[in-house]
């Protein structure tokens, strides 16, 4: 399909197709005046502070997690059985 697309745009005539390329140049220079990615530069105490909390979230949240379905649920089932 895509070939098909391209043949039938070279089948345009040669300003339409100039005017095409101009246009794209033209959104293509505006998103790019835009859209830049600015360089970000972090401390490396926020690194280490990110790195950590991103650490005991994905270890401490677990574990807290199988500690009160370790130790907290069979007290709270004991107490139905009785």
């Known amino acids: 399909m ?6 039938a ?3 345009l005539p040669l300003p339409s ?3 095409k ?3 794209a140049m033209a959104q293509n220079k505006d998103y790019l005046a835009y ?3 600015d360089p970000v530069t972090v401390p ?14 994905l270890v ?3 574990l807290a997690l199988a500690a009160i379905f370790h130790f907290v649920l069979p ?3 004991k107490g139905w059985v009785n």
Request: charged share 15%; no cysteine; net charge neutral.
């Open 35 to 37: 859209h830049k990615v």
């Open 17 to 19: 197709r100039t005017a």
């Open 44 to 57: 490396l105490g926020e690194k280490v502070f990110m790195a950590a909390a991103t650490g005991l979230i």
């Open 75 to 77: 007290l709270i089932g």
């Open 9 to 11: 745009e070279n089948l």
């Open 21 to 23: 390329l101009a246009f």
């Open 2 to 7: 895509a070939s098909a697309d391209v043949q």
């Open 60 to 62: 401490g949240l677990p």
